[in-house]
């Protein structure tokens, strides 16, 4: 017997249970699989489109695609798809439309993405000036008019307890088990042996086995029919993949993604410059040194302190998860630990500082043990 997941509730013992174990997953799988397909293979292929051609210059064919794509989405039984589609759309729509000289076009657009998904920053590298200026007024705007949506140095983030709070289990399907499952963020909670088991899971059949074991290794209660480990895996990487996506990166295999998929919510979030004394490099440029000055054969020796670089030349910024007990995993021994972020220019965006006491946490967070400990 199975719950509504495809988790196995009863024990299959034997060869022949373990055969027939496989068959029923590939075949639920293969069934979801295509029904996606019949469903939403259009709007992805779209979507595909539409960001290959921005990609290529092609911003007018892009908008054509978009639109397309908008008129689709509309069919009957296409709601959610679109509603997870609607950030990504209306993204795409600003970026073409800057691209072309129409900013007070594309900027409404930027703020319908800015709201539904609290990203504040664009890789410079990825898009054209014109559509990073639009960004940056849309973001503006998006703040005058909403003073919480995009915090300044030194104020609260938006609570993600709050925000993860209201993200319903509805927003999160069931991963679709085919090649793909083990290399997106599923892969931060694998063990070693597991991933060397994944590889060499060649076909359907051996994944959804594989799949069907992973779950049930980790479920805290197999008493019952639901995993509840699962399902709130699931609905970690759905709210990291709408919140923290950065261009074409999937938003739960980003750095933060990775913390709140194996860790959860944080109990707050700090977000502020980074000062001169964060940077080594800039430290050691600021420092004073000593310069000696020879004349007519007698040294001098004088004391300089360069002009230290300010704020906006650093281009820094240091975002904090704090995480305190009642928010760590049970597996975690810390009463208290912190995750910080850092983002600035040749460095990155939003890079985990991995400190022994971080990696321990995520490794403790990660394993099985953990989980079917209940997580908390």
Not at 55 to 69: F, P, V
Not at 228 to 235: C, D, G, M, S
Not at 310 to 316: F, P
């Amino acid at each position: 017997m199975y719950d509504r997941r495809g988790s196995p509730v009863a024990d299959v013992r034997g060869s022949w249970g373990r055969i027939l174990l496989a068959l029923a997953l590939a075949l639920g799988a293969a069934v979801a699989l295509l029904a996606q397909t019949a469903e939403e293979a259009v709007l992805i292929e779209l979507f595909a489109k539409a960001k290959a051609q921005f990609r290529g210059a092609g911003y007018d064919s892009s908008l054509a695609t978009l639109q397309k794509l908008d008129d689709a989405s509309r069919a009957p039984g296409l709601e959610t798809a679109r509603e997870r589609l609607a950030p990504g759309l209306a993204f795409y729509r600003g970026a073409n439309l800057a691209a072309l000289g129409k900013k007070s076009e594309a900027k409404p657009q930027f703020e319908i993405y800015i709201a539904a998904t609290h990203v504040s920053r664009l890789d410079p590298s990825m898009y054209p000036k014109a559509v990073l200026d639009a960004f940056e007024e849309a973001k503006s705007e998006s703040a005058r008019s909403d003073p919480g949506a995009n915090p300044g140095p030194g104020d609260a983030h938006p609570g993600l307890v709050d925000a993860y709070a209201k993200f319903g289990t509805s927003a999160a399907p069931p991963l679709a088990i085919d090649a793909s499952w083990g290399e997106g963020a599923i892969r931060f909670l694998m063990t070693p042996s597991e991933r060397e088991q994944w590889r060499l899971a060649a076909d359907d059949a051996s994944r959804a086995e594989f799949v069907a074991a992973f779950w049930q290794r980790r479920d805290p209660t197999p008493e019952t029919p639901e995993n509840e480990y699962r399902i709130e895996v699931e609905r970690r990487i759905a709210f990291a993949d709408a919140r923290f996506a950065r261009g074409e990166k999937r938003g739960s295999e980003t750095d933060r993604g990775l913390v709140f998929v194996v860790m959860g919510p944080p109990s707050t979030v700090s977000d502020t410059l980074l000062r001169i004394e964060d940077d080594p490099i800039q430290a050691a440029r600021s420092a004073p040194r000593t310069v000696v000055q020879s004349t007519g054969g007698r040294g001098s020796v004088m004391t300089v302190t360069p002009q230290p670089m300010s704020a906006d030349k650093i281009q820094g910024r240091r975002e904090t998860w704090h995480y305190r007990r009642d928010r760590l995993p049970a597996a975690v021994p810390y009463q208290k630990i912190d995750f910080e972020f850092l983002t600035k220019e040749g460095y990155g965006l939003e890079v985990l500082q991995r400190e022994p006491n971080v990696l321990t946490a995520l490794d403790l967070a990660a394993r099985p043990s953990a989980a079917a400990a209940g997580g908390r």
